[in-house]
């Protein structure tokens, strides 16, 4: 299963991956990963600007673009109400503003404050999104989905204002911004283990998560240096963390609504 959802990052064609959405719980899940795509790129950005494992951060850039489009297109047709359709065709207009300065150009720092704004724009309405698909699943897999979907973004969310910092194109709220999302993920964590939905392949994978935790946050404690290792450990351990949670989020996914 973890290797599907590795092969959507990758950009490989992999048929189960990029499977149409066919009931509630994966549109819930895919406008979840539409968050999570939003400060991945940023971050992909980023580390590239800075020089932080270039090619493989330039790897992540485009296939989070790629996965980014395709899912858009499939959310807006499965939109089951007006509101939910309205909101995806708000995010389709930030959307083409945020891929027109992440596509084609070589990051720069200019750029990089652009991206920073952009992404919390873009990430405001998939968020939105989400929560209005949970809102109409009105089941406890679909809040499970968003919640587990959510720590998702909050992963990426923290290694993009981490790099963000370490490359000078921080805002003035970038600081307060990463400590909040930090004390989501752990308070998250702790509501999703606590979740008597769980099977024990989900608490199973809870506990992986927790474990790359663990060095994420000690990555994300490392104060930013000249050689870029903080960085590239920043980048390396956020793409561990994302993995495991993306596997815990799939089996949220099947769960019975």
């Known amino acids: 299963m973890l290797g599907i959802f590795i092969a959507v990052f990758l950009g ?14 994966s549109a819930i899940n895919k406008a979840g990963r539409q968050r999570m795509l939003s400060q991945r790129m940023a971050k992909a950005y980023f580390q590239v600007g800075q020089g932080v494992e270039v090619e493989r951060s330039k790897k992540v850039l485009d296939a989070s673009v790629a996965t980014f489009d395709r899912q858009l297109v499939e959310l807006k047709n499965y939109a089951p109400t007006p509101d939910i359709k309205a909101t995806y065709v708000s995010l389709e207009q930030s959307w083409l503003d945020y891929k027109d300065l992440l596509v084609g150009k070589n990051p720069s720092q200019d750029g990089g404050r652009k991206v920073l704004a952009l992404s919390e724009e873009v990430l405001t309405l998939a968020h939105q999104g989400t929560v209005q698909l949970e809102k109409h699943s009105a089941s406890t897999a679909g809040r499970l989905v968003n919640i587990s979907g959510r720590q998702r973004m909050l992963s990426q969310r923290m290694a993009k204002f981490y790099q ?6 921080n805002d003035a709220n970038s600081t307060a911004n990463l400590e909040k999302a930090r004390k989501e993920f752990s ?11 769980n099977t024990p392949q989900i608490k ?42 993306e596997g815990v989020v799939g089996l949220y996914e099947k769960l019975p609504r």
């Not at 963000?164 to 194109?169: H, N, T």
């Open 12 to 25: 490989l064609g992999v048929d189960a991956a990029q499977a149409q959405i066919n009931d509630i719980n």
């Open 164 to 169: 963000a910092s370490a490359w000078g194109v």
């Open 187 to 197: 308070a998250a964590l702790a509501e999703l283990g606590a979740a008597p939905a």
């Open 204 to 245: 199973d994978g809870l506990e992986l998560v927790k474990q790359q935790w663990f060095f994420f946050e000690n990555a994300l404690g490392q104060k930013v240096g000249a050689d870029k290792r903080p960085q590239t450990a920043v980048a390396t351990t956020s793409e561990r963390i994302l993995e495991e949670m």
